[in-house]
């Protein structure tokens, strides 16, 4: 049976139209709805170009993360796991525990090493030589839930931060559908 996925986003998108367009040709899973706290975000115009229904999450208008999550709830269509593709807020207790273990988040790191925000940049600054992407289960930490797969990506002497950048989302845009469809052909979701 086709898995239904949310994904949830706040900036650019381009991992979302990336398993828009797998799951497009595949046909194992759909998105059946995005998730962004950003309205204006570019993201949310990729999916309505799409079809795509989009819930946006104003944080701002709830007094606390958990009455925001609980609201969001009561919003989401029937899916079977939530895809964290972009999404740079810290998923809290309420959500964790309507969905346990069907959420997952992609980072731009080899984790444990670089969490954060900002896991492209700080490896670049820190100066290793193999940095990467890594697909890991969300837990209450912060990018500290166990790791399903990862990919490395190599520095060398000439890459800079705008051609490793480039070389992450590359990576990136095949290792997040490819490690969805391995949870699905596993029957882990
Ligand atoms: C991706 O590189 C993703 O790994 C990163 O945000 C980017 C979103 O790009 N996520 C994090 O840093 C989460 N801490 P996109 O909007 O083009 O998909």
Redesign the pocket.
């Known amino acids: 049976m086709t898995k239904r996925l949310v994904v949830f986003?706040s900036?650019?998108?381009?991992?979302?139209e990336a398993l828009a367009d797998h799951f497009d040709r595949s046909q194992t899973a759909r998105i059946v709805a995005l998730v962004s706290d950003h309205e204006r975000a570019p993201?949310v115009a990729k999916a309505q170009a799409r079809g795509v229904p989009v819930i946006t999450l104003d944080y701002r208008r709830y007094a606390t993360k958990q009455a925001a999550e609980a609201a969001l709830i009561q919003q989401l269509p029937p899916c079977d796991l939530l895809v964290l593709?972009?999404?740079?807020r810290i998923i809290g207790e309420t959500l964790l525990a309507a969905f346990p273990n069907r959420i997952i988040?992609?980072?731009?790191a080899l984790l444990p090493s670089f969490p954060?925000?900002t896991?492209?940049e700080d490896a670049f600054n820190y100066g290793v030589k193999v940095t990467g992407?890594t697909v890991h289960f969300v837990d209450a930490g912060i990018?500290s839930g166990q790791i399903i797969a990862q990919a490395p990506v190599l520095i060398g002497k000439a890459t800079t931060l705008e051609t490793l950048e480039t070389a992450?989302?590359d990576v990136?845009h095949h290792l997040l559908p490819q490690t969805i469809e391995d949870l699905i052909k596993e029957e882990k979701i």
Not at 11 to 16: D, L, P, Q, V
Not at 85 to 88: D, L, P, R
Not at 105 to 108: C, F, V, W
């Open positions: 986003a900036g650019t998108g381009t991992n979302f993201v593709a972009g999404f740079m988040n992609l980072h731009p954060g925000r896991g492209i992407v990018d992450i989302h990136e």
